[in-house]
């Protein structure tokens, strides 16, 4: 079944608390936590002191994506503070497979990423360490971009790369997620859908409810 994943860093931080709960209401099960640190990414978005604060009170699985170069550094800090499953990109690490070992170490589950001009083949070789492939449909770094049509086909690749290796894994998107691309990265192969903006912007239960209608919907039709 698809999950859709709310990146928080589209919320009202001055309410982070109360939106979190009322997600964690409305039946979502993962929060998609974004880290950016102003060096793989142009911005700087937040750290460990945000994810350990909201880790006090929700219980909702922690999907913390690092956009971040060698996050190797930081992986122990990360999961101390609350982190469910990790994901790297994999054009950030100088090893992604000593890093991958990092996140097994502290007992979350490892993901791997890719940007949009990073080819769905690179992530055959770690595809039977992770449980979840992260395909960027857009250029990380920034909430509210257009969704990139070019990312579809990576999606569909990554699915066949899982076949092929007998690998078990999530499929995520994340990047101009919304009612008009919904249908589309399901019919692809994703099933763990992040959305930022078409979340928290204007009133979080209907919308949420509303993408995961669309998703249901989208599912049923495979
Ligand atoms: C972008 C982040 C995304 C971002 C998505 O670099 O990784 O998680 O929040 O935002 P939307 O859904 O607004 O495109
Ligand atoms: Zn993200």
């Known amino acids: 079944m698809s999950e859709l994943c709310p990146s928080i860093l589209s919320a009202d931080f001055n309410r982070l608390g109360e939106q979190i709960h009322l997600l964690e209401n409305e039946g979502i099960k993962i929060l998609h936590i974004d880290v950016m640190d102003g060096d793989f990414v142009p911005s700087i978005s937040f750290g460990m002191p945000v994810i350990r604060s909201i880790r006090k009170e929700s219980g909702l699985f922690f999907d913390v994506h690092l956009m971040v170069r060698e996050p190797i ?48 083949d690179e992530v055959r070789p770690y595809i039977r360490d992770v449980s979840m492939v992260l395909v960027m449909t857009v250029e990380p770094g920034f909430g509210g971009q257009a969704y990139i049509d070019a990312c579809t086909e990576k999606i569909r690749r990554v699915r066949e790369i899982e076949k092929e290796e007998g690998a078990d894994i999530h499929v995520q998107v994340d990047g101009g997620i919304n009612d008009d691309t919904v249908e589309t990265v399901i019919k692809a192969g994703a099933d763990y859908l992040v959305a930022g903006s078409s979340v928290f912007k204007g009133d979080l239960k209907e919308n949420a409810c509303h993408l995961r209608k669309l998703m249901a919907d989208a599912e049923s039709a495979l």
């Open 73 to 120: 550094r930081y992986i122990k800090e990360f999961a101390s503070c609350g982190a469910d499953s990790i994901t790297i990109h994999l054009e950030a690490c100088s090893s992604v497979a000593e890093t991958l070992q990092a996140i097994h170490e502290t007992g979350c589950e490892a993901g791997i990423s890719i940007k949009p001009a990073t080819p769905a």
